[in-house]
């Protein structure tokens, strides 16, 4: 027996479904017997943990750990866990285990990390485990070794073709419990159709884990997928998590032409210079189809700087205001976001972008802008070597990892960063806290017509002469209307 846990994600325990446990799910039906325990649903994530592994004799626990929330969760968690059963094996698996594997397994109570996409990894793991049997010779995992006790790891494993993998094995969970209003609808489900992403940008994690490869479920299946949610859940809606949904035209036309029946809302993440080649009749089979919406990284007004993050030849500022115009006639939102204050000159990079930021604006007052501070992650580059350069370190501890200091990173919201001082970070945030009171977000219902008149009646003056600085009135209206921020609270 076995627990999957996956720890709240979100201060406000938003019920998001735990895909990454269910896919692990769909390779242990009829192998192993297991349990899935979900922290964001829990009252008390720790003691329903404590009795499923008492209850069950559970031997082994996986835990899937982003950073941020996650992270902070499960460190001292998994210490006291490991405290109480000794006896129990724990895994952790995901996107900070892959990449700071050996921080994880210098903490006593993590004994094995299962690197990259670690479903066949995982169940190789379990039947190793399970036989006595030495599990170097499995790709994808990290652990201490057992005489000398020195981190091994047996490199990244290839990543399963989504289309040759089991259906989700839904019934595990309480689905019930995962539909929820959104933007997009009043009865929203998630789904994750391919694997990957073939580009290498080189400030995204996703670059470690699958080397600019990328697979996917086929159109009919997606579309399969779609129906099913509708049929059994009655959605409305639907987020796909995919690294990079658009990356093949032909499966995305075919796939809003299955859809376009159903009448459900759609979002998915993209890339611009990918977008901005699709044909008219693919934008207006998507347009049909019921997409809302598609975030894509713009990530700097300076040309520049996008070929510095190594962002591909094709990425330019001009297709960013190209793709902002085009959605606005097809009646699509844009959801761009931009990581600023980039090394080696953060200051005019923040200056630039900002500029940029306000250009879009003019080409498509609808667009949805999300704010990042540049922060760097362990993948060979002129940006990282640049951080280094500048007295950049990861930490060495998971407990460091958790601080608050290394949180707000974790968020890309450092007030930490050697190449940024406060006064920079302070003029991205008032120019924020401006921008989104003279443009409301759409995403948000619960904001009334009245509220925005009045929080765009309020900026104008701050934003027509473009002078942000201490808005500390716009700060009273947006605790007053609890207005949201997408790039905290999403949609």
Aim: neutral net charge.
């Amino acid at each position: 027996m076995l627990i999957l846990y996956n720890p709240p994600s979100n201060a406000r325990r938003k019920p998001v479904l735990p895909m990454s446990l269910l896919a692990l799910g769909a390779l242990l039906e009829g192998r192993y017997d297991y349990q899935i325990v979900d922290g964001n649903l829990e009252p008390d994530p720790e003691a329903a943990l404590d009795r499923a592994i008492r209850e069950t004799g559970a031997r082994v626990l996986g835990v899937t750990v982003m950073p941020g929330p996650q992270l902070s969760h499960a460190v001292p968690l998994c210490r006291r866990i490991k405290a109480r059963h000794p006896g129990l094996t724990i895994v952790w698996g995901g996107y900070f285990p892959t990449q700071h594997y050996e921080v994880c397994l210098r903490a006593e109570f993590v004994d094995y990390v299962v690197r990259g996409h670690g479903e066949v990894t995982f169940v190789a793991l379990l039947d190793a485990l399970h036989d006595g049997t030495d599990p170097s010779t499995i790709p994808g995992l990290a652990y201490r070794h057992p005489e000398s006790g020195e981190i091994v790891t047996t490199g990244m494993p290839p990543i399963p073709h989504p289309d040759r993998l089991p259906d989700y094995p839904y019934q595990r969970v309480e689905m019930a419990r995962y539909v929820r209003p959104t933007f997009l609808g009043r009865r929203t489900l998630p789904h994750h159709s391919s694997y990957g992403c073939p580009f290498f940008c080189n400030f995204c994690a996703v670059v470690n884990m699958v080397n600019g490869r990328w697979f996917a479920q086929s159109a009919e299946r997606t579309a399969a997928v779609a129906s099913r949610l509708v049929e059994e859940w009655g959605v409305d809606a639907v987020e796909f998590y995919d690294n990079n949904f658009f990356v093949h035209e032909a499966r995305t036309a075919e796939f809003a032409e299955r859809i376009r029946s159903l009448g459900i809302a759609w979002w998915g993440e993209g890339r611009i210079d990918t977008l901005w080649k699709y044909s008219d009749r693919t934008w207006e089979l998507m347009r049909d189809s019921g997409l809302r919406m598609v975030f894509l990284g713009a990530e700097s007004g300076s040309d520049e700087t996008l070929q510095r993050m190594n962002k591909g030849k094709s990425a330019s500022t001009e297709k960013t205001l190209a793709i902002a115009e085009k959605m606005r006639r097809y009646g699509i939102v844009p959801e761009f976001s931009f990581v600023l204050g980039n090394p080696p000159d953060p200051e005019a990079d923040v200056r630039q972008t900002l500029d940029f930021i306000r250009t879009v604006k003019r080409v498509n007052p609808d667009a949805e802008i999300i704010f990042y501070m540049y922060t760097p992650v362990p993948l060979a580059g002129e940006l990282y070597e640049q951080a280094k350069a500048s007295g950049f370190r990861f930490p060495e501890t998971l407990d460091e990892w958790i601080s608050p200091e290394w949180q707000e990173f974790a968020q890309r919201r450092s007030a930490h960063m050697p190449w940024l001082d406060d006064p920079l970070r302070r003029q991205v945030h008032d120019f924020e806290r401006v921008l989104n009171a003279y443009y409301p977000t759409i995403t948000d219902a619960r904001l009334r017509r009245r509220w925005r008149w009045l929080l765009r009646a309020v900026s104008a003056w701050r934003y027509h002469l473009r002078w942000y600085r201490h808005p500390w009135e716009l700060q009273v209206l947006q605790r007053l209307i609890a207005y949201q921020r997408p790039e905290t609270a999403g949609f």
